[in-house]
């Protein structure tokens, strides 16, 4: 499975990004896709996740109302639209997908440790 992920770039703070994330390798649709980030000195920390079919959604406390993620599964891609942001945004975020099928169509874990596949991350630096 790769993944790879785009669109970071540098933004001043209430601008908007959208990131994108592109998987190869096996059936996209099959699987719940997140986005994590990491900020110098910093562990990685969840973002959002949205599952397999797209009907279902997660997001960290600090995004939620300014981040959505959406995916389409003709391209095999996942999106994270990112608005209002602040400079607390900045970070490498990567997106991530979890290595086996899980019967629950709605499974949507937020967990790192969940995921077994990782992209290599995109910087998004927000200026204040």
């Known amino acids: 499975v790769q993944l790879q992920a785009s669109g970071g770039g540098l933004v001043q703070a209430g601008d908007s990004l959208r990131l994108s994330c592109t998987a190869s390798?096996?059936?996209?649709?099959?699987?719940?896709m997140g986005w994590f980030r990491q900020a110098p000195g910093k562990e990685r920390e969840f973002v959002a996740v949205?599952?397999?079919?797209?009907?279902?959604?997660k997001y960290a406390d600090s995004v939620r109302g300014r981040f959505t993620i959406s995916r389409d599964n003709t391209k095999s891609t996942v999106y994270l639209q990112m608005d209002e942001l602040k400079p607390a945004d900045t970070a490498v975020y990567s997106c991530?997908?979890?290595?086996?099928?899980?019967?629950?169509?709605?499974?949507?874990?937020?967990?790192?440790?969940?995921?077994?596949?990782w992209g290599q991350g995109t910087q998004v630096t927000v200026s204040s």
């Open positions: 390798g096996r059936s996209f649709s099959s699987y719940p």
């Open positions: 991530a997908t979890t290595p086996r099928f899980h019967s629950s169509t709605f499974y949507t874990p937020s967990d790192p440790g969940d995921y077994g596949y």
């Open positions: 949205i599952n397999r079919n797209g009907v279902s959604e």
